[in-house]
């Protein structure tokens, strides 16, 4: 059994991690606290440097700019490039995390929407959840009606991440009642200009990456803005829950551990009572346990990662790596405030920002409940069997 990385994986993931410390790191103090988008010119020069690195869009296919490393190589470099806000942030210079529907985007919808997206021309926002579905998203309300060469939207729209800065969004809505989850759903682009919709209202959460309520009425789509075939937008949907999932693991791997390095750091250079803090137990077994979560979970990580690249089909394993990372992450970030006492809570470090950007994983991309009954199901079914060999 070979746990090693590849060799030109190790060698992509050193490099971001110098890039990281040398670069991200020390910018971070000089950064507006709760900043969501970083001033423009840092921001080209930053990615200017990341593209040179060849750590830019890693995960995104070469045919469309990125670099097009696999699930495991993907996941090595986001745990080194999450190990800074500047590359856990929404608009992150490291680049094109594309929605996954955007992969089923015609020809002509990759030349107008993904290529300006994936270079940061465009921003897209993604709505399918609405006051009355979220977790059960079959259950959406949003309709589309044919109308001659297109279609007629209406319905509301809840959550959208920022919405109001988005020039296009994903919008899922239901074309066929009776089918609904069953070739009934359907994803179109839809320009935020476009008559009849509108941002009603912007929702202030936890993090700082705000929210939108979205009102579509009577808004009309042209046929050539349907994503991929009509009715499979939940088919779709499913076929890149994975790496989703993936995403927001690696994450949390990244952020824990950039938590638990200033832990540790802290504890050795922090005295009390004449003592530094890395001599008491109490602080030693917080860093103790922060350590073997994180650990187990980044080895559920990356071999989910590599089953993914063997051409296994790891959805549940995904969902298990989703819930487990989440809370991991949340776990950690408690405990390195805590070490780091007041100065933890402050927005001269980076922790109270993560703590409360983590706190949202455990809702977004699905509830964790969601994830535990994917796992239980699989178990109950005799799909996922404990000890089975890979
Ligand atoms: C900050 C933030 C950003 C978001 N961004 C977007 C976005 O960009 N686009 C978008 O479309 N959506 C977005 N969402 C919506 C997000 O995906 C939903 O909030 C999530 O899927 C949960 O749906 P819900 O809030 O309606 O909760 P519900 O589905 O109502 O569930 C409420 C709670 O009930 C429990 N629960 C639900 N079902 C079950 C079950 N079967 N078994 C056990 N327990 C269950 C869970 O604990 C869950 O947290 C965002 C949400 C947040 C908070």
Redesign the pocket.
Known sequence: MDFALPAPILERKLTARRFVDETCIPLERELEPDWIELPPELHRQLEAQIRALGLWAVGVPRELGGEGMGALGYTAIREEQCRTVIGTSHYTPFGGELPAPLYFASEEQKARYVLPILRGEKKV?????EPGA???AAAIETRAVRDGDGWRLSGVKR???LADRADVLLVVAVTDPEKRARGGITMFLVDRDTPGLRVHRILK?L?PQH?TEIVLDNVFVPQSNVLGEVGQGFAMAQKFLVRGRMSIAARCLGVARRALEMSLAYARERHTFGQPLAERQAVQWMLADSYMEWHAARLLTYETAWKEDQGHDPRVEASEVKCFATEMAFRVLDRAIQVHGGIGLTKDLPLERWFREIR?LR?????N??HR?VVARSLLRGQLVPGQPW
């Open positions: 926002a993604f709505a399918q959840t979220g977790s059960d959550f959208a991440t959460v993090r929210s949202v809702i977004g991309e699905g509830p409940e969601i009954w």
